[in-house]
């Protein structure tokens, strides 16, 4: 089985989840692609794909919605799984909506038939640039600057590796 893992991602953190994500299914025995969702003009070659982007003001990435549109006949042909990521802070404040998925690319997946959509926390810049950047790092204690749970991550991949059936997949 052929897994493609496409992502859109601005400064790394998305890409980095991304790739933890292909490294655990391809541990599981699937074979994996892991490329930015921009460069990829056909899907046909593989049976799954996982789709990730990046959060910005509360909206995916452009490359990663243009994706979506340009392959969702495909897409709905295919078992499919979505994550998000890019909050930090405090995901435990009550109804916090900096943890919510954008309301329109959830209204899309799920009627392109999306076996799961989650969102994982993100990782403000160590190096920011401009001064949106700048206020954000400067606004967000230490503790919370980095909000990636890398074993959530991979459980969530291993959970994909065992419905598709992966020979080495984690029960």
Request: charged share 30%; aromatic share 8%; proline share 7%.
């Amino acid at each position: 089985m052929r897994v493609l893992v496409a992502y859109a991602s601005k400064r790394g953190s998305t890409a980095e989840i991304a790739a933890a994500v292909a490294k655990t299914l391809s541990k599981a025995g699937l074979e994996v692609d892991c490329l930015e969702s921009d460069n990829i003009s056909d899907i046909s070659p593989y049976d799954a794909v996982v789709l990730g982007s990046a959060v910005y003001m509360k909206r995916w990435r452009g490359d990663a919605k243009h994706f979506l549109r340009k392959h969702s006949k495909q897409l709905a042909e295919l078992p499919l799984w979505v994550f998000s990521s890019g909050p930090v802070g405090d995901p435990n404040q009550e109804e916090n909506p900096d943890w919510l998925e954008p309301p329109k690319i959830v209204k899309k997946v799920e009627e392109l038939g999306a076996r799961d959509h989650v969102v994982f926390g993100g990782r403000l810049p160590a190096d920011p640039h401009g001064p949106m950047e700048k206020a954000m790092v400067t606004g967000v204690p230490m503790e919370f600057r980095d909000r990636r749970d890398w074993d959530e991550i991979r459980a969530w991949a291993a959970g994909i590796a065992s419905e598709l059936g992966a020979p080495d997949a984690v029960r």
